[in-house]
């Protein structure tokens, strides 16, 4: 098969031809139909977060057919189109059985992120209890986006427990932000999106922002409180998590709002304790989702609750300059697909 393998931190993926692998038993093997491309992958590259054991295969959003299974497995037969929840955990910790997987203490991979490999390549031999069926009506595409972008952006909406008629910053219109923007759209929430790139302005209108800016932090804060007469808006939904963009999420915060923060980078958030304290605001963090948010994302999907948030699509053998073109910015989600 052919694959795009990491051999260095710093350096761009090889292609190259590497043995099929063979489901044992448990495990199941899958031709890989589309696999997204999102930060984490650039921040492996860059040796940040995550570090595999190289040389590692990347790829966490895969979406493909099942073409052989191993010993034990029940559920999936060939043909089966499926998606792959990443996170491979052990099921009995204290989060797993409190259906907050994410958080599992007793992790066993991330596939495509650490110690088990991912969709860059043309198939990948998984555990068979990581599948979850594709519906027939969602393409592969937009299959591969639920499992980071749609997940995450249901699991950050949950924790920041909207109402209808809130307002809500969500800073950073890249995948996630954009599900988030849409499902926050669709509860009755005014969603006034952030992102540096003004040549997102149209696109965020189209995944249901009221209003769109691209504004230094403190202009950003001074508009928030216009626009909500100095009150503040009640939710935001930081996917960015960048020192600045923290700090002004939190600033333009209405007294007893909540901060998701998805995002992270090495920077850090040094909280004005007054401010959290006497004005009651709530930051929480946002891992990733649960194989229930990936789950509801694919049904959202299926019933045209959610628009395919895929901006271009690129051939495995392009794998270098898909993720260059990531890390310039772009519009929407880029996912390989292979045909």
């Known amino acids: 098969m052919k694959a795009a393998v990491l051999r260095a931190i710093g350096q761009p993926l090889a292609i190259e031809e590497a043995p099929t692998p063979r489901p044992g038993p448990g495990e ?8 997204g491309i999102d930060g984490t992958d650039l921040k492996l590259l860059d040796g940040f977060g995550y570090v595999p054991e190289l040389p590692f295969i990347m790829g966490h959003e895969i979406a493909g057919e099942v073409l052989e299974c191993g010993a034990d497995v029940t559920g999936f037969a060939e043909g089966d189109r499926v998606v792959v929840y990443n996170f491979v955990t052990c099921g009995s910790c ?5 259906s907050r997987d994410q958080l599992c203490l007793d992790m ?15 198939t990948v031999c998984l555990p068979a209890r990581q599948l979850i069926r594709l519906p027939d009506s969602v393409s592969f595409e937009d299959g591969a986006t639920c499992c980071d972008a749609g997940m995450t952006a249901l699991r950050a909406v949950d924790r920041a427990d909207v109402s209808s008629g809130d307002r809500a910053l969500v800073i950073g ?4 932000g954009s599900v988030v923007t849409q499902i926050l759209a669709a509860s009755g929430v005014e969603v006034i999106a952030v992102d540096t790139d003004v040549a997102k302005a149209s696109w965020a209108r189209a995944q249901g922002a009221a209003l769109f800016l ?10 928030a409180l216009r626009r909500t007469g100095g009150l503040g808006v009640d939710r935001v939904i930081d996917v960015v998590g960048l020192e600045d963009t923290m700090r002004a999420g939190f600033a333009a915060l209405r007294r007893g709002g909540r901060m998701v923060v998805v995002g992270y980078t090495p920077e850090a958030l040094p909280l004005p304790g007054k401010e959290l304290a006497q004005n009651e605001k709530e930051v929480l963090g946002a891992r990733a989702g649960r194989p229930e948010d990936l789950r509801t994302c694919l049904g959202l999907f299926e019933e045209g609750a959610l628009r395919s ?7 495995l053998q392009q794998v270098n300059e898909a993720l260059e ?3 310039g910015g772009v519009i ?3 996912v390989l697909r292979f045909d």
């Open 173 to 176: 219109l890249g995948g996630v």
């Open 214 to 223: 691209s504004l230094e932090a403190d202009e950003l804060v001074a508009e």
């Open 332 to 334: 929407g989600r880029i």
């Open 94 to 98: 204290v989060y797993c059985r409190g």
């Open 108 to 122: 066993r991979g991330i596939v495509g992120v650490l110690d088990l490999p991912g969709g860059y390549a043309e």
């Open 325 to 327: 073109a990531l890390r």
């Open 28 to 35: 199941a093997l899958l031709r890989v139909r589309a696999c």
């Open 309 to 315: 948030i895929v901006g271009a699509t690129y051939p």
